[in-house]
């Protein structure tokens, strides 16, 4: 039986390339896209060493070319199981929103919610004919929090899991999931721990998420590949929060004292 071929955009680093290396140690064919061709390859030839099957298509999720190119190699491949729309980035940022520009707001949405409709709109033809699939979206906690200086950003991200909400309805009689999962405080180059901490005590760090430690990219991998699979059959339409606790918490934090909770976060 030949293994299911499941793609995965901004397959290269982070949680991408963890859900890359993931989803191919689970005995996937796994297609990476991703912008960096270096990052790519590294991660292409990690899964080939560890016994996976990748091929690799290097370009902008958000651009119609790679598209266009994601979707001829799923035609050579054939069966597609799996779409994961992982590519998202809070960046250009602006101190504020009266900071930000139009191109700023321009490029946070391709990047953030257009190529997700774009690649699904690509993809999802194949699914619906061949009556099954499974679609997992990365859109981000602060899509369901406030987060001072990227609200279009948090916008476009909400837009992502509206979308995986709205197109579960659509596609539900056609076989097809749609799910998405709501990272926070993942440990990545993009956003290291070090970064998260700028120079604060680790020692807090169990008074701001009340799982007490950061994520790593496995965790969030971890759900995806659940969410992909048949254990996740009769999933279809949420937005899985992987943060820890933090939007439970809700802005609640532990005190230093170790006498409760705040609102007010204890600083170093």
């Known amino acids: 039986m030949s293994p299911r071929v499941s793609v995965v955009t901004g397959g290269a680093l982070g949680i ?37 099957t990748v091929d690799v298509v290097v370009g902008d999720a958000s651009d119609d070319s790679t598209v266009d190119a994601v979707r001829d190699a799923v035609d050579r491949l054939g069966r597609l199981a799996v779409l994961v729309n992982n590519v998202g980035d809070f960046r250009p940022a602006s101190r504020t ?25 690509a993809l999802l033809p194949r699914m619906v004919e061949q009556g ?76 701001w998420i009340p799982m007490g430690h950061f994520g790593e990219v496995a965790d969030y991998a971890a759900v995806v590949a659940f969410l992909a699979s048949d254990e996740a059959r009769f999933v279809t339409g949420h937005t899985i929060p992987v943060d820890g606790g933090t939007l439970a918490a809700s802005g609640w934090y532990g005190r230093a004292d170790g006498k409760g909770w705040t609102n007010m976060p204890d600083q170093p």
């Open 132 to 207: 099954s699939g499974a679609i997992v979206n990365n859109s981000t906690v602060e899509a369901f929090r406030g987060i001072p200086g990227h609200a279009a950003y948090s916008a476009y991200n909400a837009g992502v899991s509206a979308f995986t909400r709205s197109l579960a309805v659509e596609v539900g009689r056609h076989g097809v999931r749609v799910n998405a999962i709501a990272p926070d405080l993942a440990d990545t180059p993009q956003t290291s721990r070090e970064a998260m901490l700028r120079g604060r005590d680790p020692g807090l760090v169990p008074l």
């Open 16 to 52: 991408g390339g963890a859900i890359t290396r993931r989803l191919a140690a689970d005995g996937d064919h796994v297609l990476l896209v991703d912008i960096d061709p270096e990052a790519a390859e590294a991660t292409a030839h990690e899964v080939r060493e560890d016994g996976g």
């Open 97 to 121: 929103f009266l900071h930000s520009t139009p191109e700023q707001w321009q490029r946070l949405y391709e990047v953030n919610l257009r190529h997700v409709l774009q690649m699904t709109h």
